[in-house]
């Protein structure tokens, strides 16, 4: 990785830890959507550090906020999530030999669909969701977070539908992506795929992820929860967009 592409990186998972700290999501949906649209990483490579990444904010929110966990729903998510996970990465692998133009249209309609569907407010409901729900989000976040490392949309719309504080809501979110990310950083580990040496200079983001996630807990922006996620939704929204638009052009002309 040049060094021009290593500062842009650095930058992109400062904000991408940010505001995951400050939402509970979108880490990897920001840094994978800016590594698409820039083409910085390979979008395998860039899920593996992307992973390391995640489990690097996870452990440092949790440190405090394990207390926190809803044990009950995060031990069903983890049940339905982490066999999903073995298949998305198989399929990000097959994906990743040859067809790469669809693998930049999966990755960008998964965006577009995730950022509109978090920009509605779910409407709360009155008792916590059966246990058969929490496998279903948990099967579909397992399949993300393999393809990807994007495991946080099913999730977040499922959590943030129930009857439970914010707090709870986050940390149990945090502790289900830290999880996931131990198991596909092994099971990359396991089958071979570790990325290049120059392309794990992006690990120095490390630091740039810690610091960014002590002074979004420590000095949290003047604007709202609302008008912060709406920023979000709306980036989210125009990388998924300017991700897969080039790739619908590309696939067209190849059928022609």
Not at 114 to 121: E, M, N
Not at 134 to 159: D, E, R
Not at 178 to 203: E, H, K, M, W, Y
Request: charged share 10%; aromatic share 10%.
């Amino acid at each position: 990785m040049s060094a021009a592409a290593l500062l842009g990186f650095l930058l992109l998972t400062g904000v991408a830890a940010y505001a995951q700290t400050l939402t509970g999501f979108a880490f990897g949906l920001i840094t994978m959507g800016g590594v698409g649209l820039t083409g910085l990483l390979s979008l395998p490579d860039a899920a593996m550090i992307v992973s390391v990444l995640t489990l690097v904010n996870a452990t440092q929110m949790l440190l405090k906020g394990w207390r926190d966990v809803a044990w009950r729903e995060f031990g069903l998510v983890m049940a339905a999530s982490v066999p999903l996970l073995f298949l998305g990465y198989w399929l990000l692998e097959w994906l990743a030999g040859t067809r790469a133009d669809l693998l930049r249209l999966i990755l960008g309609i998964v965006i577009v669909v995730s950022s509109l569907q978090l920009a509605r407010k779910p409407e709360p409901l009155a008792q916590r969701s059966n246990a058969a729900s929490f496998l279903f989000f948990g099967a579909v976040a397992g399949l993300m977070g393999g393809m990807f490392s994007t495991a946080g949309p099913p999730l977040v719309y499922h959590f943030y539908r129930q009857p439970m504080s914010l707090v709870r809501v986050r940390e149990t979110l945090v502790a289900v992506f830290a999880l996931n990310a131990v198991f596909r950083i092994g099971l990359v580990a396991a089958s071979g795929d570790l990325p290049a040496g120059t392309t794990l200079s992006g690990l120095l983001a490390v630091p740039v992820v810690m610091g960014a996630t002590y002074v979004a807990r420590r000095w949290p922006p003047p604007a709202s929860a609302v008008t912060m996620r709406r920023i979000v939704f709306g980036l989210l929204f125009l990388s998924g967009v300017s991700l897969g638009s080039p790739a619908v052009i590309r696939l067209l002309g190849a059928l022609q």
